[in-house]
C-alpha cells in the first residue's frame, strides 16, 4: 500500500525516545528499514531543501519531495491524492484536517502523525541512531576498550575517586 507522509507533521508529533532527533533524512532511513520498505513512499517537505539538509532521500525506495516556494507539503499531498487513479490503496499520514478530510474524500487510508509514529516506533530495524549511522550500534568487547583507552593516553588504574571529575562519579 503506497505511503504519503507530511513530513513536518510527522517530526514535530510528540517522539518517542526511539526516534528522537528525527530530522527528513532520518524519516527517510527510518522507512526504508521498517514495514513499508519496498513499497512506495513520499516523505513531503514544505517549502524549500533547508541548507545542509537533503535535496534527496538518501535511500533508495523513499521519495523525498519538497513544495516549493509558495505552496505548503498540505497542497501537494492533497495534489498527489486528487492524482492517484487507485486512491483507495493509498495510505497517508497527516493529522492536519484539511488533508484528512481530502484524502477520505478520495477513500484513502488516514492515519495521525502520532499514530504512525508508534506505529513506527515499534516497527523493528526503525530505530533512529543518528543522521550518519547506518549501522545499527553494537557495544565494544573489552579488547577493543583497553585499545582505545591506550590509544588516548587513559589508564583507569591510576585514577583516585579525588582526581575524577564530578560527572564521573
Known amino acids: 500500500m503506497p505511503l504519503i507522509v507530511d513530513c513536518y507533521n510527522v517530526l514535530y508529533a510528540p517522539m518517542p525516545a526511539s526516534l528522537a532527533g528525527l530530522d527528513e533524512a532520518g524519516l527517510c532511513r527510518a522507512l526504508a528499514r521498517s514495514v ?5 513512499v513520499v516523505v513531503v517537505c514544505d517549502g524549500l531543501v533547508k541548507p545542509h539538509g537533503p535535496d ?33 490503496r493509498l495510505t497517508v499520514v497527516s493529522s492536519d484536517r484539511q488533508v484528512q478530510k481530502a484524502a477520505r474524500r478520495r477513500r484513502c487510508r488516514v492515519v495521525s502523525s502520532e499514530d504512525f509514529i508508534r506505529a513506527l516506533a515499534a516497527t523493528p530495524g526503525a530505530k533512529h541512531h543518528g543522521a ?16 582505545w583507552l591506550k590509544r588516548f593516553g587513559v589508564d583507569g588504574a591510576d585514577d583516585k575517586p579525588e582526581d575524577r571529575p564530578w560527572w564521573e562519579d
Open 132 to 147: 550518519d549511522d547506518r549501522r545499527p550500534l553494537t557495544p565494544l568487547s573489552e579488547q577493543e576498550v583497553t585499545r
Open 36 to 40: 513499508w520498505r519496498g513499497q512506495r
Open 56 to 88: 534527496v532521500s538518501p535511500v533508495e525506495g523513499v521519495e523525498l519531495r519538497y513544495s516549493g516556494r509558495g505552496r505548503s507539503a498540505d497542497d501537494v499531498i492533497v495534489e498527489l491524492v486528487d492524482a492517484d487513479s487507485a486512491p483507495r
